[in-house]
């Protein structure tokens, strides 16, 4: 809050009225600032307090009124302010409706009993004619911290209603006629905002719309998973589009509706936005056929029906070319079409400028399924959904946070190209190699700011002198980067030029480098940092931000004092001496106008300038000539808010006469202190005034030309954030891999893997942290074997294996270097696994269902270019059931699916019954027992199949009791007893008899 506008509230003596209910905001104080006199106003009949002026009021006798008006008496209305809050209630039915008065939102009516509470809001009540009206407001400066309550906690969508001034043209010429129009200027969604500072910094703020193409299924399919609704999923066409605001990203995508599950938690959206006319399918199915992400559902109406891309054209930055517009599929169409025609519904009045929409295509990224996404914790962990934990959070070493976004993005979308992956890892390379290259880099990059972000900001007319100077610096750096680049790349030249005459070695090539340097345009954006660091007055706006922090931390005491002295019943005295004694702000005492811009930003701001100090040196000259006139040393040169111009002599100077002065006239004395207009002064002072509001006014247009050079500029700009980005991931990748011992994988076409020592990127990081070691092991799954069937006891590291495998490859295609010694992956188009138990019992899912569900898709999905792993299906029924589900995958995947799979089980038969699947290979842990009774797990992965779970040793690791330890240990005695006996009656080849039933219906 400026200075003015509190000073100007609290001129008004109180920040809060007392009424018979509680606390309510006081009418006068949210009189805006513009209005420094509390004016008139009247409402017939509404209780509302007013501060009239004694002129204003009609003296003497009163004239009586007109017949018409006395019986024409209006019915009784709410006052005006609650009128149009009751009409916004009624546009934006479905949003909380925050209306401005002064400096307050407010809430009334319904809305506060159902919403203050849960908010923490106090509710008051206000006083109208219609009786007691409940309302509950804050602060305007507190709007993001209630933003952030109802949008992102609760959910809720918040329509802000800003009083605007109306014009006078419109103002009626009555007394007490409302000044102000409430309008609602935006609403406020999860999946709108723009700059809220409540926002995910590491993360971007994805709206998403999905469109789909025909009807949806009929009743009686949606719980069926027959084949028809499967065909039905496969062959219905969705768009999707999804909009990211605040960095103004912008893409699209066609699929269908199987995949939109793993699309959508790829995405992962803070909203979807459907079309209305999908309403009436219900949340719960259309939940599902999202892939129940809990995601926060709105149905939106298009107001506008675009047929073609270039219709998005006035929201885009750049038009997207003719020859691409082609491209883009109907469903795409019409969801990048739903998707902006929401936004512009909820921004109303705000223009925005988004990038041109990216085309993403099924066939560009490795799809990581929704399951996978979670089960391998890449974003946040299984048990707690936290950050710490996830694979992100142990390969995140970025010093930017746009930087962090892009490699959270990566990292769920990994990418199928080799050139791409290729050249990323080249980056990472030459930072792993370059030690002091990799550093100056990362400090540059430090200094940088959020650019796209702040972009966004200029992109809806937003953006203040703060952020201006943050893109300006930012650019200077972008222009360091680019000199570093370009210097590196030389050296390296000259480097490898003298290398050559000893060393008969190929120059390597930096072509990548050459690539992000030439990416790097500077032309425009150096000169617009140029204009603003010349215009802006960096000094300047640091006084200022000291000047708000010291009038911010007086309003919030102030507001302190208020609350508790009510809290405590008392009348808050303090608070309305202290209000008096700030109400008058003095010219010559009180603090020097903070002007941010410099005085040379333009030849009118300079003129301003010059004219402003020669008025300020004839003032000077009055006060002197004043003192000596009236030997009054205490003479000051005043303005306050309700005297306007006024002399003012203190202590014994007062006694002096005035009577000699020219345009003098007393306005009040006291016996040690003299109050006087002076003609001259008032004059000058006006003139003074008048010089202040120039220079204001050019500081807005200068302000205005330069914001106009950013969005001139964006284009550039975000292209070179986006190529610091790219820098910064590299960078950190390179971070990880020096500090962790990573390798460069090497991408292939074939569909094996080859690694060798690979390790769990975030348990090796655990185990080191506290002093232990990781057992590396290799991988080569693929070629001959595709598919591990591994046993092995409990804790010797089963699951571990399956998820390192299945990381690596992800780390591999996102461009990183991985946790091994060697690492050759074969490209994966999809990753499934099927790894902790989860049930969905809100969902009508047992532990099972859910356990086969996941199946079910991984065997229906999986090509033979796909990854798997598959920990312990089956565990969640009987044993029999178990053996019979765990053979039926096994047998899809090694006849039909052949992917590379990974496959964990405590189910030793499956190695038995699948003796004669060629391309499967037995794996297994082991624990290593000494002759003194212990032992310990060897985590090492060998050739064979291991029989013994060694459960109880985990189950006495575990704490079991004693007493029930021995009842275990009896009873695992008295099975394997058993087992040993009906060994000897059956020969090996009974086994699979056994289980003859089970084979007969798996093979037909
Ligand atoms: N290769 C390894 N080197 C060192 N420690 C390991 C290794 N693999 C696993 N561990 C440790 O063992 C713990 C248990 O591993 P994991 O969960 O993979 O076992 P598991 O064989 O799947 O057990 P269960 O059969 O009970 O599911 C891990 O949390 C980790 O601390
Ligand atoms: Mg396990």
Request: hydrophobic content about 40%.
């Amino acid at each position: 809050m400026s200075r003015k506008s509190i000073l100007s509230s609290v001129g008004c003596s109180t920040l809060l009225c007392r009424s018979s209910t509680g606390l309510q905001p006081c009418r006068a104080l949210r009189k805006p600032a513009t209005s420094v006199f509390c004016s008139p106003t009247w409402c017939r009949g509404a209780k509302t307090k007013t501060v009239v002026k004694a002129s204003s009021l009609p003296q003497g006798v009163l004239a009586p009124l007109p017949r018409d008006e006395i019986d024409t008496v209006p019915a009784k209305a709410y006052p005006t302010v609650l009128q149009q809050h009751l009409n916004n209630v009624r546009k934006f039915n479905d949003c909380v409706v925050l209306t401005r008065v002064g400096d307050f939102y407010e809430m009334y009516f319904d809305q506060v009993k159902q919403y203050a509470p849960l908010v923490n809001l106090k509710v008051a009540k206000r006083a109208t004619v219609l009786g007691d009206v409940p309302m509950a407001g804050f602060q305007h400066t507190q709007l993001d911290r209630y933003l952030k309550m109802f949008v992102q906690d609760l959910g809720k969508q918040v329509a802000i209603s800003e009083q605007v001034r109306l014009p006078d043209s419109e103002r009626s010429s009555k007394a007490g006629a409302p000044m102000y129009d409430r309008k609602v200027t935006r609403v406020v969604t999860a999946g709108t905002l723009i700059d809220e500072s409540f926002m995910d910094p590491y993360e971007n703020n994805y709206l998403l719309a999905v469109h789909l193409e025909g009807a949806l299924p009929a009743h009686s399919a949606h719980d069926g998973r027959s084949e028809a609704y499967e065909r039905y999923k496969r062959t219905t066409k969705v768009g999707l589009s999804w909009v990211d605001l605040s960095s103004g990203d912008f893409y699209t995508q066609s699929s269908d509706l199987a995949s939109l599950p793993s699309l959508a938690a790829r995405v992962g959206p803070r909203e979807v936005v459907l079309d209305s006319t999908m309403e009436s399918a219900g949340q719960a199915q259309l939940q599902k056929l999202l892939g129940e992400g809990g995601y926060s559902l709105h149905y939106h109406q298009t107001t506008q029906t675009a047929s073609s891309v270039a219709e998005w054209t006035p929201m885009l930055e750049r038009a997207v070319p003719d020859k691409d517009q082609d491209n883009f599929t109907a469903p795409e169409i019409a969801a990048g079409s739903l998707v902006l025609d929401y936004i512009r519904n909820k921004l109303i009045d705000q223009q925005i400028q988004l990038q041109p929409p990216v085309r993403r295509s099924d066939d560009e990224y490795m799809s990581i399924d929704k399951q996978s996404l979670r089960g391998l914790e890449i974003r946040s962990t299984l048990r707690d959904g936290t950050f710490q934990g996830s694979v992100l959070h142990a390969v995140r070493h970025t010093v930017t946070k746009s930087g962090a976004r892009l490699l959270s993005q990566r990292l769920v979308s990994p990418s199928m190209s080799l050139s791409v992956i290729n050249n990323r890892l080249d980056l990472v390379q030459e930072m792993v190699g370059q030690d002091a290259f990799c550093e100056d880099v990362v400090a540059l990059l430090r200094r940088t700011s959020d650019t796209l972000r702040l972009l966004q900001r200029f992109s809806i007319g937003k953006g203040d002198a703060d952020d201006l100077l943050s893109l300006a610096k930012t650019v200077d750096v972008m222009g360091r980067l680019s000199e570093v680049l370009h210097d590196h790349i030389v050296a390296h030249q000259d480097g490898v030029v003298e290398q050559e005459e000893d060393v008969d070695l190929e120059p390597p090539e930096l072509g990548f480098l050459w690539d992000i340097l030439g990416r790097l345009d500077l032309q425009g954006p150096a000169r617009v940092s140029k204009s603003i660091q010349h215009a802006i007055d960096e000094d300047g706006l640091d006084r200022r931000h000291v000047a708000e922090a010291e009038d911010q931390a007086e309003a919030e005491e102030m507001t302190d004092e208020v609350v508790s002295a009510d809290t405590a019943g008392e009348k808050g005295p303090r608070l309305a001496k202290r209000a008096s004694k700030t109400k008058v702000t003095t010219a010559e005492s009180g603090p020097e106008e903070i002007w941010v811009m410099r005085r040379n930003a333009s030849p009118t701001l300079e003129r301003a300038h010059a004219d402003l100090e020669k008025l300020l040196d004839l003032k000077r000259e009055l006060a002197r000539r004043l003192r000596e006139q009236l030997k009054a040393e205490s003479l000051m040169l005043k303005w306050g808010a309700q005297l306007g111009h006024y002399c003012h002599i203190k202590g014994r100077d007062a006694q002096g006469i005035l009577s000699a002065l020219e345009g003098a006239r007393s306005i009040g004395s006291t016996k040690s202190t003299r109050t006087f207009y002076l003609a001259d002064w008032t004059h000058l002072g006006v003139r003074i005034d008048d010089s202040k509001l120039r220079i204001r006014t050019e500081e807005e247009r200068v302000f205005g030309k330069l914001r106009g050079q950013v969005v001139e500029n964006l284009m550039k700009l975000r292209r070179n954030a986006a190529v610091l980005d790219e820098l910064d991931v590299a960078c950190s990748s390179a971070t990880i891999a020096k500090e962790r011992n990573l390798v460069r994988p090497i991408l292939s076409e074939d569909t094996s893997h080859r690694i060798v020592g690979g390790r769990h990127p975030t348990v090796d990081a655990g185990l080191k942290a506290q002093g232990r070691v990781f057992t590396a092991n290799d991988c080569a799954v693929g070629d001959q074997e595709k598919i591990y069937l591994i046993t092995g006891p409990n804790m010797a590291g089963k699951s571990t294996y399956l998820r390192q495998n299945a990381l690596i490859t992800i780390l591999a295609q996102t461009g990183c270097f991985v946790p091994a010694d060697y690492a050759v992956i074969g490209l994966v188009d999809k990753i499934f696994s099927r790894v902790g138990s989860a049930d969905n019992l809100y969902q009508d899912q047992s532990t099972f269902m859910v356990e086969m569900l996941e199946a079910a898709e991984i065997l229906k999905q999986a090509t033979p270019r796909s990854f798997v792993i598959m920990d312990e299906v089956g565990r969640g029924t009987t044993p029999e059931d178990g053996v019979a589900v765990g053979y039926a995958c096994l047998h899809h995947l090694h006849h039909i699916n052949k992917s590379r799979t990974l496959f964990a089980t405590h189910f030793h038969a499956l190695a038995d019954m699948t003796r004669d699947f060629d391309a499967l290979a037995c794996y297994c842990t082991d624990v290593a027992e000494a002759g003194d009774g212990s032992w310990a797990y060897v985590h090492k992965l060998r050739r064979g199949v291991n029989r013994e779970s060694h459960a109880l040793k985990v189950a006495r690791l575990a704490g079991l009791p004693e007493s029930a330890m021995a009842v275990a240990a009896e009873v695992l005695a008295d099975l394997q007893k058993e087992r040993r006996r009906s060994a000897g009656h059956h020969s090996a080849s009974l086994t699979a008899l056994e289980y003859g039933p089970v084979l007969a219906v798996a093979a037909g």
